[in-house]
């Protein structure tokens, strides 16, 4: 039996309820990893590589528990955040390699003090955290994706506008002649008689 797929529009997303829900999943998975015990060895094979070149075989003083929390529970939400109100997928996966390398970072920076930070629960944190909001925003249609997209152009047909017909010519009326030019007339054409003879008058 085939499949047909339909393409059905993208459901509208949140920013505020996702943020709370990819930082929770990402800080309680990588907490409670911690308290298991599974990021204890990493964290351990960390401090051996830097106890020689960097410690110089001394004891560094190693983040408290609560810091990592802290830092973990920043980072999570933090980028959570941005993710989901980032547009495009390359600025997120840009933002969760830099945030990634940035807590990388802060073991050989901590370490220039003599404080040993382990990166483990952080990084688990950070990488599940940015893993839920890369799944909710392919799945969902994010507010900052509705203000970039250019609006769709309306296509309007020209409508011409009737011609006006030509005005017709009023026709010109004559003038009628004036009393004044029928009596002048006449009296041209009665000195003009007085000159004839009789008989072309009365003819």
Not at 71 to 95: E, H, N
Not at 101 to 128: C, D, K, N
Not at 153 to 172: E, G, R
């Amino acid at each position: 039996m085939s499949s047909h797929h339909h393409n059905h529009p993208a459901t509208p997303g949140r920013v505020d309820s996702s943020t709370l829900l990819c930082g929770t999943v990402g800080l309680l998975l990588a907490v409670a990893m911690f308290w298991v015990g599974l990021l204890g060895k990493g964290d351990q094979r960390i401090l051996d590589m830097l106890s020689q070149p960097v410690f110089r075989g001394t004891d560094p003083t190693i983040l408290d528990t609560r810091v990592l929390i802290g830092l973990t529970l920043l980072a999570c939400f933090g980028l959570s955040f941005a993710v989901l109100d980032s547009a495009g997928t390359w600025r997120r996966v840009v933002l969760g390699v830099t945030v990634l390398i940035l807590v990388a970072a802060l073991v050989p920076v901590l370490a220039v003090w003599e404080i040993y930070f382990p990166p483990m629960m952080t990084l688990v944190g950070v990488f599940w955290s940015w893993f839920c909001a890369m799944m909710y925003v392919s799945h969902h249609e994010m507010p900052c994706e509705l203000l970039g997209a250019k609006p769709t152009p309306v296509k309007t047909k020209k409508v011409d506008a009737p011609s006006a017909a030509p005005a017709k010519a009023k026709p010109v009326a004559e003038q009628p002649t004036t009393t004044k030019a029928k009596k002048k007339k006449r009296k041209a054409s009665d000195a003009d008689d007085k000159y004839k003879p009789k008989d072309l008058i009365d003819g």
